[in-house]
């Protein structure tokens, strides 16, 4: 904590005057706990695409190329007796869906479909599904795939290849795939994918990661016809009629807020994660849809981190018809890389990872792993909204009003990044907003603050030491980081 901030959170706690502190904090532990499962022995499973199957075996495919078959997946430990190889040889598979009985795996050269037709656990029919785009064997031609809509249609993103150029057709671009295996271009400007995923209103996202014309990490929302802001693939334009022309190639250096306001077909990341301050390599997308069973974020996105071996947790909000939010820190601990992130039905999470080529913070070459819930609800920081004059904070539980209720219990900065052709960026165009007001309402579940000095295209990076719920202890994340596209 730096001096700053520890000077908030001191004079929050002596203003509030009734405030005590437990002895010992909670734990991201003490909320959601971490199974790791044990692997086949020989078995390298860099687990990157998850799908429940079913019969409920859970399906896992490795970016070597296997896939294997886990039963009793939610059992308290997971063996490597209850792994099964269901198919091998596929080229680096990174995304799993079900459809009519098929399983359906996103590799680099196309969209396989396979089942097994004798019931001997193996698949024993593959057909391809899809292969509307070009490979040219450089290792980064990574491609991962959406699960399929409610009418059968599946979305792919495609890494540049070496992810800066792109040498073969439509790397670079998100593609939709329609129910019959029609492959048609949806979006330009991908850079390096790391993951894809719906929210509930069934927006498809995708995760893009630092280098050129990405200054740091970002969630970004893909549409029809749109540019995600990497312009290397432009040249396929001419092979992509239904896009029209090729937007206008950005500024460089820039910001992304000035060129959005230029190109009208660019798309600002809805949110952007603070390099290492939230991740360095964002990845996996999946969306608790399991109406309150992996606790009180219902509804919310949960995005991996490869590098940091975390999960981070993402509110969004729509401004004047434009997609932003807000990231939090969530779970670190995790074993190795995280890539994989599902979210199932029960109310598990599956995590899978790898640190081949890149390195993580957790230490095993790869991990199948769970996240559960404990039924202990954390005081966090449930969402934070835009308003006209600052931020209304939601919370998982009720605060101590006095601490909640004095702006010195919060610290805010802002920065943004240059949106440029050069490897990523630093935080630039730093400003210091102030906090002039911090308004409880009556349930003490939520904080109306005043701020001056609200920045369009900057991340809000919001640190609330000072708040304290009832039992005196404070928020298990205290840190947010709200991107803001459009004010209102």
């Not at 799993?96 to 024993?124: C, K, N």
Request: proline share 6%; charged share 20%; aromatic share 10%.
């Amino acid at each position: 904590m730096n001096f700053i901030r520890f000077l908030s959170l001191f004079a929050a706690i002596s203003l509030s005057g009734t405030v005590s502190v437990s002895a010992e904090a909670p734990t991201e532990n003490d909320y959601y706990t971490i199974t790791t499962f044990e692997t086949p022995p020989g078995e390298v499973i860099e687990a990157c695409g998850f799908q429940r199957m079913p019969d409920g075996k859970l399906a896992v495919c490795s970016r070597r190329g296997d896939i294997f078959m886990i039963t009793k997946p939610l059992a308290k430990e997971v063996t490597a007796d209850q792994f099964q190889l269901y198919a091998r040889g596929l080229h680096e598979p990174l995304s799993l869906a079900i459809r009519d009985g098929w399983l359906y795996a996103v590799q680099r050269p196309e969209v396989t479909r396979m089942r097994d037709t004798d019931d001997d656990g193996l698949a024993d029919i593959f057909e391809t599904y899809a292969d509307g785009w070009g490979i040219s064997g450089d290792y980064h031609e990574y491609a991962f795939g959406s699960k399929f809509n409610a009418d059968g249609t599946m979305y792919l993103t495609l890494c540049l290849t070496g992810s800066f150029t792109s040498k073969v057709p439509f790397r670079g671009w998100a593609m939709k795939i329609t129910p019959d295996g029609e492959t048609l271009p949806l979006s330009s400007g991908v850079r390096s994918p790391g993951g894809m995923g719906s929210d509930l209103q069934g927006n498809v996202l995708y995760t893009d990661n630092q280098g050129p014309w990405n200054g740091t990490c970002g969630l970004k929302l893909l549409q029809q016809g749109k540019f995600m802001g990497h312009p290397g693939g432009f040249d396929w334009y001419d092979q992509a009629p239904s896009m029209g022309q090729r937007p206008t190639i950005p500024a460089s250096p820039s910001r992304m807020y000035i060129e959005a306001a230029k190109i009208p077909e660019l798309i600002p990341p809805v949110v952007l994660f603070p390099y290492d301050k939230m991740g360095k390599s964002a990845s996996g997308i999946t969306c608790d849809t399991t109406q309150g069973k992996f606790g009180p974020f219902a509804g919310q996105l949960f995005i991996g981190d490869q590098t940091q071996s975390r999960i981070m947790r993402v509110f969004t909000e729509v401004v004047d018809g434009v997609m932003q939010g807000v990231c939090f820190p969530f779970r670190k601990g995790f074993a190795s890389g995280n890539v994989g992130v599902e979210m199932d039905a029960s109310g598990a999470m599956f995590v899978g990872g790898t640190n081949r080529g890149w390195g993580s913070v957790g230490p095993r070459e790869f991990a199948v792993e769970r996240l559960n819930w404990t039924g202990e609800v954390p005081f966090e920081m449930k969402e934070m909204r835009l308003l006209k004059d600052g931020f209304e904070l939601v919370f998982t539980k009720p605060v101590d009003a006095a601490a909640a209720g004095n702006p010195a219990s919060y610290q805010m900065s802002t920065y943004t990044f240059e949106y440029r052709e050069q490897y990523g960026s630093p935080e630039v165009d730093a400003t210091q907003p102030t906090i002039t007001g911090a308004t409880v309402s009556d349930d003490r579940t939520k904080v109306r603050l005043i701020v001056d000095g609200l920045q369009l295209g900057h991340v809000h990076e919001l640190h609330a030491d000072g708040v304290r719920g009832q039992d005196g202890n404070g928020l298990l994340h205290a840190d947010a980081y709200y991107t803001l596209n459009k004010l209102r």
